[in-house]
C-alpha cells in the first residue's frame, strides 16, 4: 500500500541533486575553457569532438543523477526501488515530455550541436569563447535541473503503476506560490493515466485515491 509523505518533502532529493548539480556542471565547464585556447581555424573537427565529449560525460553524471532521484522518490511511495535503474530512466526521457515540450534527448543534442556552432565561430577569441561557453552552460543547466522535479513524479507514478493504483488527487504545496491553474486543480480526482500536464516548475503532486 503506497505510503503518505509530507508536501514539502516530495521533492527533497531532488532539490539536493539539484544543489549537487549546480556545482559539478558548471565544475565540468570550468576545466573545459582550459581547451578553448588550444583550438586553431585549421583543426575545427576538434571542436565538435572536444563538445561532444563534454555533452556526454554531462549526461551519464547526470543520468546517474536522475536515477538516484528516481530511486529515492519511488522509494518515499513504496519502499522499493526495483524497476528503477538507466533502463528504465532512458524510457521516461525518450517520452515527449508535456512539460517542457520537447524530448529530453533530442533537445540535448540541440543544446550540444548549438554549442559546437558557436564555439567554433569563436576559434583565435578565447574571450568570446568563454563568453559562449557560459551561455550554454546556462541552458543546459536549465533543462538538467528541471528534469529533477519531471524524474520524480515519472518515479511516483511508475511505483502508483506496480500498486495498481487507478485514482489519484492532485494536491498543491498550498502556499503563496501556487498557481491559479494548480489551486483550481487542487484536490481533484483523475484517473492516473489522464492526469493533466503540469506547468515547468510546478510542484504540485499526486496522492492515491
Ligand atoms: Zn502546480
Keep these: 500500500m503506497p505510503r ?3 508536501p514539502k518533502d516530495i521533492y527533497r532529493h531532488s532539490d539536493k541533486a539539484i544543489k549537487h548539480l549546480k556545482r559539478a556542471i558548471p565544475a565540468m ?10 583550438w586553431d581555424e585549421l583543426n575545427l ?11 556526454a560525460e554531462m549526461d551519464r553524471v547526470v543520468r546517474n543523477e536522475y536515477v ?18 538507466l ?35 569563436s576559434v583565435g577569441n578565447p574571450q568570446l ?31 502508483y503503476e506496480q500498486a495498481g493504483v487507478k485514482k489519484v488527487r492532485w494536491v498543491t504545496q498550498q ?3 501556487v498557481c ?12 492516473l493515466a489522464s492526469v493533466p500536464p503540469k506547468h515547468p516548475n510546478c510542484r504540485c503532486y499526486l496522492i492515491p485515491v
Design 4 to 6: 503518505a509523505s509530507k
Design 29 to 38: 565547464y570550468q576545466n573545459f575553457s582550459h581547451k578553448l585556447a588550444g
Design 45 to 55: 573537427i576538434r571542436v565538435k569532438e572536444d563538445v561532444d565529449q563534454l555533452f
Design 68 to 85: 538516484k532521484i528516481a530511486r529515492e522518490a519511488k522509494k518515499d511511495v513504496d519502499g522499493d526501488p526495483v524497476g528503477i535503474n
Design 87 to 121: 533502463i528504465w530512466l532512458g524510457l521516461m526521457l525518450s517520452a515527449f515530455s508535456p512539460v517542457t515540450n520537447y524530448q529530453y534527448p533530442a533537445e540535448w543534442r540541440r543544446k550540444r550541436d548549438r554549442t559546437v556552432e558557436s564555439l567554433m565561430s
Design 129 to 159: 569563447g568563454r563568453t559562449l561557453l557560459r551561455r550554454s552552460m546556462t541552458i543546459t543547466l536549465r533543462q538538467i535541473t528541471q528534469f529533477c522535479d519531471i524524474i520524480t513524479d515519472d518515479a511516483r507514478k511508475t511505483a
Design 175 to 177: 502556499d503563496a506560490k
Design 180 to 191: 491559479s491553474v494548480c489551486r483550481s486543480r487542487s484536490n481533484h480526482i483523475y484517473d
